[in-house]
């Protein structure tokens, strides 16, 4: 199965994919200001890469509850030096973590594959930026809500993209973990993967250092809920997850791998 991503054809289902997050931010929950400075964040993006990474995933506007939102001017400020230095580094997929269409297309005019949405909405806009430059579409559902909520959004947005003319090829989903939902759905969510996921369409999970994390495992740190998000990446990955987008790729890799490894074994019964 491949995911079309501009000239990236990225095979998903034979062995998981693991995308690792670069925060351009000065305030993201987890990582705030560690990696604002531009060559710090192009140092840290090669780093991801050789420690195991398939996808580097660039954001620069917080998404924790009770961000303050920047502007899209400000997100193409952050973004231009990191994105063209990473690109003359490497031809690795790169994803930018944008909701505005007018950072979405210049990110993409300096290298970027893959838009990951997270406004949970399907708008025009983007969606003829991406069927224009034949991107990869990280779709994401944003809001409250638990399996049935989710599967509705994912199958209405395949339809309102079908109209728009976006390739089924070019789409992925995120069930949106931390997004406007209780604790207790995004447990639904994480163990619950094969009620919502639609045949045909990857399917991204993004739990890292997330409070679901934290409550559960009973880990206040953000830095300190590796154990968890291997726990959570585990059972999300036995249930059809394709992409896990992670911040410690070093260590989180070993889980992944060793569960991508337990749900192809289950086969075998």
């Excluded at 917080?62 to 003359?88: F, N």
């Excluded at 993004?206 to 830095?223: A, C, D, F, M, W």
């Amino acid at each position: 199965m491949i995911w079309n991503c501009k000239n990236k054809k990225i095979e998903y289902g034979t062995k998981p994919i693991i995308m690792g997050i670069v925060n351009v931010t000065p305030d993201s929950f987890s990582d705030g200001g560690d990696f604002f400075d531009s060559d710090i964040a192009v140092e840290h993006a090669i780093e991801l890469l050789e420690q195991g990474a398939d996808i580097l995933d660039f954001g620069a506007q917080s998404t924790r509850p009770g961000h303050i939102p920047v502007s899209a001017d400000e997100e193409i400020k952050r973004l231009e030096r990191v994105i063209k230095s990473v690109r003359e580094k490497t031809n690795a997929p790169i994803s930018v973590d944008t909701y505005f269409p007018q950072v979405a297309k210049r990110v993409i005019e300096w290298g970027a594959d893959i838009i990951n949405d997270v406004s949970g909405v399907i708008n025009p806009d983007m969606a003829e930026i991406i069927k224009e430059s034949g991107a990869g579409w990280v779709i994401m559902h944003n809001g409250e809500g638990g399996i049935n909520e989710v599967r509705s959004f994912f199958e209405n947005s395949v339809a309102e993209c079908d109209t728009l003319g976006v390739e089924q090829s070019q789409i992925c989903f995120d069930m949106g973990i931390g997004f406007g939902k209780s604790r207790p759905q995004d447990l639904e969510l994480i163990a619950g993967v094969r009620e919502y996921k639609l045949d045909s369409y990857p399917l991204l999970l993004g739990t890292s250092r997330k409070r679901v994390i934290g409550e559960y495992s009973l880990q206040s740190e953000p830095k300190k809920r590796i154990y968890g998000n291997i726990a959570a990446d585990t059972t999300a990955i036995l249930g059809g997850v394709d992409i896990l987008r992670v911040h410690d790729v070093e260590n989180e890799k070993q889980g992944i791998y060793m569960a991508f490894a337990l749900k192809k074994a289950q086969k075998d019964f």
